[in-house]
């Protein structure tokens, strides 16, 4: 399975940082064998604005090699007076593949509900987007002994019926890990992927094509041990996705 190795940018970078970071990205991963390519789908999800720059950039590359770009949010309304919010169809249409959902950090600061989620996942599905559904339990509740129920949860309530394997990745970010430097241990890892996939198995269709990747203070010393676990099919990463070398390190510890 194609391993997907996504930088989440969050609201980082102006426009000249986004472009310069993109650029820096495709110089260090152009040469890479055609095996590396097969074997990794690059993600960068930029802030709305530098979407369209960034987009620019990389369609001057040839395609098999440019990254993929994508959304950190989207609307669950088609369109109208929605002040501030950017429809599915609008990331589609500017050469967006992939929007990120339900981070926690959206959960948290936006209050999204796992309905929220679940009906941003179908628009984006509708738009022809995969939907990244982020999915993470608490320090409370993991020391509480109740992550599995809460990832449960939040997979039963996140996901809307027109999700499957090949439209929607799962992504596994412990929100105690995310931008704290401390990882989740590969024992922890390996049995909370296996938990989601095990989960979903009956659920959705095409499981064999779904993506699980793994979130939170993933970096170049981590990355080898992290993606080689089974069921752990690619990262979502945020501060060490915001410098080319880290970022294609991690890419090139994943192939
Ligand atoms: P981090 O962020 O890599 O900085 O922990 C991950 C994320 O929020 O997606």
Not at 8 to 23: A, E, G, I, R, Y
Not at 42 to 71: E, W, Y
Not at 222 to 232: F, G, I, K, P, T
Request: with cysteine; charged share 20%.
């Amino acid at each position: 399975m194609k391993k997907l190795i996504a930088g989440n940018w969050k609201m980082n970078k102006c426009l000249d940082t986004s472009v310069t970071l993109v650029n820096a990205i495709t110089q260090a991963t152009q040469d890479e064998p055609v095996d590396f390519f097969d074997s990794v789908e690059l993600l960068v999800c930029p802030t709305f604005v530098h979407l369209m720059p960034v987009h620019n950039m990389i369609s001057r590359l040839s395609q098999d090699k440019a990254p993929k770009i994508g959304g950190q949010d989207c609307s669950y309304n088609d369109h109208g007076a929605y002040t501030g919010d950017i429809a599915a169809t609008m990331l589609s249409d500017i050469g967006c593949e992939y929007v990120i959902l339900g981070h926690s950090e959206r959960r948290t600061y936006h209050s999204e509900s796992n309905e929220d989620v679940a009906k941003k996942a179908a628009k984006a599905h509708e738009a022809g987007l995969s939907a990244i559904v982020c999915v993470g339990e608490t320090d409370e509740e993991r020391s509480a002994g109740a992550a599995f129920d809460v990832i449960q949860k939040q997979l039963e309530g996140s996901l809307p019926d027109s999700a499957n394997g090949k439209n929607t990745v799962i992504a596994y970010e412990p929100v105690w890990a995310i931008g704290t430097g401390k990882t989740a241990s590969a024992d922890d890892v390996k049995e909370m992927h296996s938990f989601i996939h095990e989960f979903l198995s009956k659920q959705l269709e095409l499981v064999d094509s779904l993506r699980i990747i793994y979130g939170g203070s993933v970096n170049e010393t981590n990355a080898r041990e992290l993606m080689s676990l089974e069921h752990v099919s690619g990262a979502l990463i945020g501060g060490a996705s915001l410098k080319a070398d880290s970022f294609v390190s991690i890419a090139k510890q994943s192939f």
